[in-house]
């Protein structure tokens, strides 16, 4: 009881469950945690306070963001894009629980480098690493960038764009037996939001492409892949994105150029 005879209220569930879970990532906006089973385990991600903000403000941008992931998550669902299913939000702690996806990195699989400056890498064994998870999975590079782009194009057809688009944000799962096939699953979604508009897709796009030139420059090359199948799965609306992206790409050799 409290000093004023009311009930006080205890710890709140979802902040419970987080202090049984285990760390997994830490980044400047969320911690990110492996859940225990329940029966099946959860990624659970926390958008911790902010001392930074205003308290008011903070709660008031975190439950915002919170929100919009989920939903962006829910509204891919249902457009078939392979995501995490939700299976957990609560926005005014600040956490958004989803799906536990078994699989492996696609910049893995692909034999990304570092992803942060500064880190060490042994290119040589990145390669072989990459290689072995290509044959654990049985699938080639261009049947992976072909899936990249599948997916991508449903996710815009949809009007979500991811805002984020790496190959740390996707991961290769198997598909259930008796299926030796596999899939793309996108992930964190924590930047997209909703847009109808051809310059926020071959943003989206140019994202990914850059980030193909940066972690696999020796599979720069297959990024046509990725647009190939991406313009089969948009049809007629590849066109003008496909404009829009040339322009984008020009504005970012110009900016490089004056950097």
Sequence with gaps: ???????????????KLIESSTLIQQGAEAKVYLSPPFPEPMLLKHRFPKSY????????????????EARALVRCQRAGVRVPGVRLVDAPVGVLGVE?????????VLGGGAEEEGEEEDVEQLEEEAE???????????????LIGL??????????????????????RRLPAPSTS??????????????????????DLYVLERA?????????????DVLEAYARG??????????RLEEVRLRGRKRSMVG
């Design 1 to 15: 009881m409290s000093a004023n005879g009311r009930p006080s209220k205890g710890p709140s569930p979802t902040l």
């Design 53 to 68: 903000r205003h308290p008011t403000l903070d709660a008031q941008i975190t439950r915002t963001r919170v929100q919009m």
């Design 100 to 108: 536990w996806v078994e699989g492996k990195s696609v910049r893995k």
């Design 132 to 146: 072995e998870l290509l044959r654990e999975f049985g699938i080639t590079r261009d049947e992976i960038m072909r």
């Design 151 to 172: 997916e991508i194009s449903k996710m815009h057809r949809a009007d979500i764009v991811h805002g984020d688009l790496t190959t740390s944000n996707m991961m290769l």
């Design 182 to 203: 596999s899939e793309i699953v996108l992930i964190d979604f924590g930047l997209s939001g909703t847009s109808s508009l051809v310059e926020d897709k071959a943003v």
């Design 212 to 224: 193909f030139a940066s972690t696999h420059p020796d599979s720069e090359s297959l990024f046509g």
């Design 234 to 243: 948009m049809g007629r609306a590849w066109e003008p994105i496909y404009k």
